[in-house]
């Protein structure tokens, strides 16, 4: 199956997440996330963006110097560098899980990652679950995958 490529994962999502239901599109529109941030209550949007505020200060403060350790004449370098790009997988199942896109996106930003891919299974309809794409949207994906 692997060198079916995307049949292959329709084929997947129908048989494990959907009952059947074929997927909407494997790459979600620009004009969904932003109907899907737009459709999102009042107090959720604001929860999330309170998390999104959270959880870039908890990145931020935990992005480390360069440290040296010195021992018996060697010296090791330590320092984190960014990857160009991550996925962040938010899982389906019976909740959606917008907090998921919050502390991967968000986390991989702020570390300086440019290119981050959300892949969320759909539900039974064939969609991804509203609250993840309006998560996306507002931590910044624009590249969100179902």
Known sequence: MRASGDDALRYYTREYDTGGTTPAALRVPEAELNTAETR???????????????V??????????????????????????PVD?????VPGGRAPYPSTVIMGVVTARVAGVQNIAVCAPPGADGEVNSAVLGACR????????G
């Open 56 to 81: 870039t200060r908890v990145a931020q403060a935990g992005l480390a110097s360069e440290q040296s350790v010195a021992f018996e004449g060697h010296e090791v370098r330590l320092r984190e560098v």
């Open 85 to 89: 790009s991550a996925a962040v997988y």
């Open 138 to 145: 507002l931590a910044g994906e624009a590249r969100a995958k």
């Open 40 to 54: 999102l209550d009042d107090a959720v949007r604001d929860g999330l963006r309170m998390a999104i505020d959270n």
